[in-house]
Every structure is written in C-alpha cells, then in structure tokens.
C-alpha cells in the first residue's frame, strides 16, 4: 500500500494552504482532489460547454458547479483544483474583532462560541494575503473610474451614512506587484512558475469571475498555493475522489479513493493509500458527508458531528430599473469585476450585522436578462409588426430603425443591479444522513430578525437609486440560498462543543485535522475565504511545531463491546505536548456530574494529565480540568476559565482519600464563581464503593478562590451534592485516550494505581 506523511482531501482554500506549508516544510504530500484541472481559457462559455459545467460522474458529468437542494436551502459549492477559488467573487475580507463571539446564546437554544479570537488570526490573515496578492478595486485611475456599478453603490451608501469601502481582492490589475494597473496586461510569473503552463493577463473587466476567469486575472489557489505548492513537491492527483476514511491498525489513517475516467461515468478503484496525518479539506458538504458516512470507524467521535450549520447569513435580491429623476440611471452590472465595492451594516441588538456587496455578471447574462423582461419584450414585438405593416404600405425597405427598437434599449439590464448579502446569521441547523445522503435540516425562522434587517437596507438602497426592489426567487419560498456553507465539524474548547480543537484537529484522533469551512462552529460574516485559509495556516504552524517528534500513535481506548458515539475529548494542550517533547505520555478522560446546588446543576470536564509519569509519581496527584458548568444559579451553561483536579490526596482521617475538584469561572453577568468539590473516600464495607467514588460533596463560592486558601462562610452561595449516573459512568469509560510514546503502557498504569488505591481504602482490616 502506498504511504505517505500526509494527505490531504481537497484542494480548497483550507487544503491548498496546508498542501503549500506542509510540502514546502519537506513532508510528502499527496492532494487527493476530485474535480479537473482549468488552465486560462478552459473554462466553459457556449450554451453546450455551460451544459456540461456540472458535477455529476454517475450521469457523466465532471464541471465546476456542485448544485445541492436540500429539504430546507439551496447551496451551489465547486469541484476542480482549487475548489471555491474558481468560482467565488475574490472578496477577502477578514472577520470583524467583535464577531468572534464567546457562549453567545442563540435565539433557538445553545450557544456560538468561538475557541479563537481575530489576534489568534491576524498573523495567519496577513500570510494568506501577501501569498494570494490583494488590492482594492484602483477605482481612482482612469481605466476604473467610470464603473457605474461602483459609484452607484458609494452614492447609496453615502445618502444613508452606511460605512461603504473597497475590500481586498484577490484579482491582478497590475502586470506584477507595484506597477500602474490596466485591462488585458501580461501578467509576470512569480517565482514558483505556473500551475498550468498559460499566459496570464490582467482583469478585463468582464465581470465572468463567478463561472472561471479564463484570462487568469484571478489569482485563484492553482496560480498560487497549489502552484507553489507542487514546486515544494506535493503531488496534485486530479479527478481522485475520496469514499472512505478509517484509523489503521498500526497508527495513522487509511483512506480509499476512485479515480474518474472522463468523458463518461467511468471509474477505477478503489484505491487505498494510508498516511501519517489526513487533513480533510473537502468543504462543508463533503467533510461531513465522509465523516457522518465513516462514523463507525471513529468509535467515540464527538456527538457535535453535523450540527452549527449556517449559510454565513447569505441573501441575494436584485434593484431593477433604477432612476435618476425621470431618467433611466445606468449601472452597468456586466462591467468590472463580480464585486468591487461593500457596505458593512452596524450590529443590530443581537450583534448580528452584515455586509452588502453589489454583484456582477457576465455581459452575455445581459441578453438573459432582456430576454426576461416579457412584458417588455412583448411591446416591442408588437411594435415591430405595426411598423413593419405601415413600411409595406408606404414602401419604406430601411429596417434599421425597427430591428433597433426590435433589440430594445437595455434599460432593464443596463439598469439593475444584483445585490448580495452576507453575516451572521444562526447557526443552528444540522448536517444529518437520510437514506445513505447528505441532508440539512435547517430554516431561517431563528435568523427572521437579522434577514429583515439585512432586507430593509436593501430596500433603503434601492429607494436612494429610484430602483425596484425584487426578492431571488428561493427567498419567496422562503428557502435559504448560499454559496458559503459553514458548520458540520465545529471546533471547540473539548469534545462537549466541537468535533475539533481551535487547530483543526479532531478530538481523540491525533493527526486527523480538518481545514475548511466545516470547521466553523458559526458564520464568518464577511466573505468566509481568508478566514477558512488563515485557520488552516494555523493548523500548519502547530503541526510543523511537532515535526521532530514521532508520528501520531494510533488512538487509544478502554474496550467495549460496541462503537460508543459519545464525545471523546482530545485537548490540544495535551497532543501538542506529547508531540513536541516525543517523550511524555498524554492521558485525558470526560467526566459529567449532575445534582443539585442551588438549583439543577451540572458539569461537564475533560480531566488531563499532561505527563502520566509525572502525574502519578506527585503526591498530589493533579491534572488539569477543562469544560463547562450548566446552572440557572449561573446564568446557565459558563465554560471553565481554569480548573484542577486531584485524585486520592489524603482526606481529613488516617485511611481517607479525596478526589478533589476546584473550577474557576464568571457566571451570566461576569462575577467570578469557583465550584469546590470533594467526594470522600474512606474506610468501610465494598457496598460503598460506589456511592463514595460518585458522589461529589460541593460549595459553589463568591471569588476565583485558590487552593488553599480558606473558605470564608460568607463566600458559600450554595451547597449541594453532585452525583454520577451509571449510564454517564459507562460514557466515561469509553473516553480514556492517550496520546504519546508509549500510550498503552501509561493507560495500564494510570488503572494499577486506580484499583491499587481503592484495594488500600477497601481491603478488609485484619481481625475484622
């Protein structure tokens, strides 16, 4: 079988950047990509070639376009070596600071909590820039200055006081960096060379970026990433598309794939290579569609798989016939890039704002759009007839004026104006398997509010231009439409809240990553792309810090008789360590306890020992705690800021032992609270076994109060006892996980200990 360090499925924006760092830092790489090649000038135009522009391979089909119609939205996503790059708008806008929110409640229940915040990302932003290449729309030099659709959109914004701008793009108007724009230029190579052998030339301006850019203006991932990312060694299998994924037996991940056979439904395989680390980059829909498909090869993978799907709050509507004064305003939508130019809405209540970008379209669409306007269209047949009735009869043979007022005036193309939507919308909704395929159960209901604040500006812009205002078709069925997915394999603090860690990397299964925009545990806001590519450069700079260390050992667990699906929780503190020392052994298990203490109350922790050596060699015995509390007395679900945990300390008595608990945290209103926990375990028959090791006596306190430090009786807000359920107790054992060296070895020891401390507090006493 063929192996290799890494794999990466996908060749997006997540996957061509950890196909670039990784190849680029020495490793092999293979890209496993399931779409084609396009080369400037390769992508389709004519009626039949546009026909053939989807994918389909069991119908014979190999396009760009990826067409998903679910019960509840509409989605369009693309397949060919760069994914999203070839058909997106270029728009590389960051995430606003404010919107990397932290347990944000969310108006149909649960919460959208961010593990990372815009410092995190910002060195990672300023990478994927300087490697794409962006710049503003130049709408300040003569070649750009008359794009009316641009101007158009700075008027609107200026008569309302909205925040207009011209965002990064990811287009080259300039021959090589630095020098003047113009249309049509031979662009330089840059050093890596070229992914496809063809001269570039510079933007047209033609407004075809939305169906492939065949004059390379567009610095898409095949002209930089991927480009440099074959220079740097990677291998770039086009037309391989993955099936399945598993962990193998020895360590790493396994993972088959078909190999298309264009022109018809044909195919070879599967095929199987296996890896060190598999970075799954497929996109939102086929992350999760091979995760959700695999599950029972990942026994233990977090119960968060498929949920916080968003469209990235997406909405199209259209101004039509816009008027200045009794004159028909042009606007030119075909000319200029697909956007130029964005509106950023202010924050409503919620927090929810949105950002508003004109689109464009193809000059050829224009005829589409004549051909639409029946009404019109009528009129002026029907004036052709009667003109060409009164040439006959006055002899007149000149049809010019006629076929001119035949073709009409193009004021309805020339005049209209598609308008796209984007924020935060909420992401509730869920990825889930009907009958084998991938399904979305998910409606705008819980995001009515931010749609009808994001509608009534496009109203307001509208009413400035003297246009009318039209709805896109889904949204009067009340479906949602989006080319921005999000969601499916969230990251999170611990298994309870993602699939995966703030790096990309699955809980319980070190080196599986995922780098795309299933990752994101909520909507961007702004155009997703730079965020998905900024994450995965992240991720990069993490696994690159552990390549010295051995490879991922393979995941470790106590054995059942059946795949459990209860999270398994994975710290990356604890992975990144045993990576990065190559000697220290990792072991970490999930616990949850509920009882009463001033109320319901509830927890759940992911208990860590960072270096099992050390952790039972200490008298202390003490690991980290990491997690949540769920309370009404706390403002409801509170992550924990810092915890600790501490196993068989001596107690109060000769032949006592304590499990000690201590979690800091702020509750709703952002007073610190520290739950103190105990449970008691001493001296008598076995019967107490069990109600001594799961019963948790606590005190919930006033203060972040340490170890230690005495507990003042009037910092105690409430008392209680908090209690394990069987079930929850057979869920915790299936949740051991090692990672390091020597995994099975540390497992045995952390259970000797275990039941050698139990055997010492339990044993009969002699003469007894």
Same mark, same amino acid.
């Given at each position: ?54 994918? =389909? ?120 960096? /630095? ?9 330089? =190579? ?265 509608? *009534? ?8 231009? /003297? *246009?009318?205002?039209? =709805? ?28 995966? =860690? ?30 998905? *590519? ?101 403002? /409801?679900?509170?992550?924990? *800021? ?127």
């Amino acid at each position: 079988m063929e192996h290799v360090d890494v794999v990466v499925v996908g060749s997006g924006f997540g996957g061509a950047v950890t196909a670039y760092r990784l190849a680029e830092a020495g490793l092999s790489v293979v890209v496993l990509e399931r779409g084609r090649p396009y080369a400037p000038g390769s992508f389709p135009r004519g009626p039949a070639q546009l026909g053939q522009a989807f994918w =389909d391979p069991d119908e014979g089909l190999y396009g760009m376009f990826d067409v998903w119609s679910f019960r509840d939205c509409d989605s369009v996503v693309s397949s060919g070596l760069g994914g999203g790059s070839l058909i997106y708008a270029n728009v590389l806008l960051r995430k606003d600071e404010e919107w990397f929110v932290h347990e944000e409640a969310m108006p149909g229940g649960g919460y959208e909590s961010w593990p990372v915040g815009r410092a995190d990302l910002d060195p990672h932003y300023d990478a994927v820039e300087r490697m794409i290449g962006v710049s503003p729309y130049p709408l300040d030099r003569p070649a750009y200055g008359d794009t009316l659709k641009t101007l158009a959109m700075r008027d609107a914004a200026a008569e309302l006081g909205l925040d207009w701008r011209l965002p990064p793009l990811a287009i080259s108007f300039a021959p090589s960096p /630095g020098a003047e724009p113009g249309p049509g230029l031979p662009i330089a =190579d840059p050093e890596y060379g070229s992914a496809h052998g063809v001269p570039r030339r510079t933007c047209r301006l033609c407004g075809e970026c939305d169906i492939g850019c065949n004059d390379g203006a567009k610095n898409s991932l095949d002209h930089t990433y991927l480009a440099a990312a074959r220079r740097g060694g990677a291998d770039l299998r086009t037309l391989h598309e993955v099936r399945a994924i598993r962990p193998s037996v020895g360590g790493g991940y396994d993972v088959d794939y078909v190999e298309h056979m264009p022109p018809g439904p044909r195919r070879t395989g599967p095929h199987t290579i296996s890896c060190d680390r598999l970075v799954l980059a497929a996109g939102t829909y086929g992350t999760s569609h091979l995760l959700l498909r695999d599950r029972e090869a990942f026994p233990g993978l977090s119960g968060t798989l498929g949920t916080r799907f968003s469209g990235n709050g997406d909405l199209l509507a259209f101004l039509l016939r816009a008027r200045d004064r009794t004159r028909t305003r042009p606007i030119n939508a075909s000319r200029g890039p697909v956007i130029t130019s964005a509106i950023r809405l202010p924050d409503g209540a919620d927090g929810r704002g949105a950002y508003i970008e004109e689109g464009g379209y193809p000059a050829f669409v224009d005829y589409l759009v004549e051909g639409a306007d029946l009404g019109s269209e009528l009129g002026r047949a029907a004036r052709f007839v009667l003109e060409r009735l009164r040439g006959l009869l006055t002899h007149d043979t000149n049809l010019s004026a006629e076929m001119a007022g035949l073709m009409g005036r193009g004021e309805l193309s020339g005049s209209s104006l598609p308008l796209l939507g984007m924020g935060r919308d909420v992401p509730d909704g869920e990825l889930r398997l009907r009958d084998g395929r991938l399904d979305v159960v998910w409606n705008a209901g819980t995001s009515e509010e931010y749609f009808d604040r994001l509608r *009534a500006t496009m109203r307001r812009i509208s009413h400035v231009l /003297g *246009a009318d205002y039209a =709805d896109s078709p889904s949204w009067r069925r009340k479906r949602v439409m989006t080319v921005h997915p999000l969601g499916g394999a969230p990251m999170g603090r611990h298994s309870g809240e993602g699939v995966c =860690d703030a790096y990309g990397e699955v809980f319980g299964f070190p080196g599986l990553y995922i780098a795309d925009g299933a990752a994101l545990p909520g909507p961007v806001g702004a155009n997703p792309a730079l965020t998905i *590519a900024a994450l995965a450069d992240r991720m990069c700079t993490r696994m690159l810090e552990s390549r010295e260390s051995a490879a991922p050992s393979a995941p470790m667990s106590v054995a059942v008789s059946s795949p459990v699906s209860s999270p398994v929780p994975s710290p990356v503190s604890a992975v990144a360590s045993a990576f990065v020392s190559g000697e220290r052994t990792s072991l970490w298990f999930a616990e949850e306890m509920r009882g009463s203490l001033g109320g319901d109350f509830a927890f759940r922790l992911t208990i860590t020992a960072d270096d099992v050596h050390r952790f039972l060699s200490e008298p202390e015995h003490q690991a980290r705690a990491e997690g949540w509390i769920d309370a009404a007395i706390c403002g /409801g679900r509170r992550p924990v *800021a810092r915890g600790w945990f501490n196993l068989f300390v001596p107690g109060g008595a000769p032949g006592r032992r304590e499990m000690r608990y201590r979690l800091h945290f702020w509750d709703g209103d952002d007073r610190p609270l520290t739950l103190a926990g105990w449970k008691d375990v001493h001296h008598g028959p076995p019967t107490r076994l069990w109600l001594d090791t799961s019963t948790l006596h606590a005190r919930l306190l006033e203060g972040h109060v340490e170890e230690g430090t005495e507990e003042a009786e009037e910092k105690v807000i409430a008392e209680g006892t908090l209690r394990i359920l069987p079930s929850d107790l057979v869920k915790m054992l299936t949740t051991f996980r090692t990672a390091g060296p020597d995994g099975a070895a540390a497992l045995a020891r952390f259970c000797r200990f275990f039941l050698g401390e139990l055997w010492e507090v339990y044993r009969p006493l002699q003469g007894s």
